[in-house]
């Protein structure tokens, strides 16, 4: 990982467009490519940032970052005040709760729950970035990516988009769609999957656990 500390202004060009005028910031260049903007504040999430895979170009005074998709981020740099780069080796990853972790034993084992004709592919298939969820295909062989979380917000969809973005440069599974799974979904992040193709499902937990809810029904 490679950190830069800058004094810079930034700017975003792509779906819509973003400026950031001149002040210091945390320029996060990750081993993936990602790059990330970050201020001294606003808890864990970046000003501005690009996913992988991009393109990194390094000129006096100016990085460009490009992508695939025509969106470009270009940091102008007037004052670099820090620039190291730090080996972190391989992540274990996250280590789920034991809800999350029972959901996705318990979808690993129903699939269909997700969706009519879903079969299991592998669980916890493996990527440069980490395990996806679920790997399943339907019953004309799409293949699909499924990250599951007991609450699922903006952060879970973008793990999935870093996840269909390796899984798609492979041509034995390509294209691959994402199935973003959770106990309650935010509506932020029911919009950025949808916008981005990827379809969302709330399931209940208790039901597939073969627990019936107490609520009353009329049939």
Not at 48 to 69: C, D, H, I, S, Y
Not at 189 to 203: C, E, G, N, P
Request: glycine share 8%; aromatic share 6%.
């Amino acid at each position: 990982m490679r950190l830069v500390i800058a004094r810079c202004t930034v700017d975003y060009d792509g779906r819509l467009t973003a400026h950031l005028p001149t002040a210091i910031r945390l320029i996060m260049v990750k081993a993936d490519g990602c790059v990330a903007i970050h201020a001294d504040g606003g808890a864990y999430k970046p000003l501005n940032w690009m996913n992988a895979p991009n393109r990194l170009r390094e000129e006096e005074g100016t990085w460009t970052v490009t992508n695939p998709k025509g969106e470009k981020l270009t940091i102008a740099m007037e004052e670099v005040l820090a620039d190291s780069d730090h080996d972190l080796g391989i992540d274990p990853g996250l280590q789920k709760d034991g809800v999350e972790s029972h959901l996705q034993e318990l979808l690993a084992a129903n699939p269909g729950a997700l969706r009519h004709g879903f079969r299991l592919v592998r669980r916890e298939y493996p990527t440069d970035i980490g395990p996806v969820d679920l790997l399943c295909r339907d019953d004309e062989g799409n293949a699909f990516a499924v990250e599951i979380k007991r609450r699922g917000e903006i952060d879970g969809v973008e793990q999935l988009t870093r996840y269909l973005d390796f899984l798609n440069r492979d041509p034995t599974l390509r294209p691959v769609r994402g199935v973003f799974a959770a106990q309650e979904i935010k509506p932020q992040a029911k919009v950025l999957a949808t916008d981005r193709d990827i379809d969302w499902v709330v399931v209940d937990y208790d039901e597939l656990r073969g627990i019936e809810s107490d609520e009353l029904r009329l049939f």
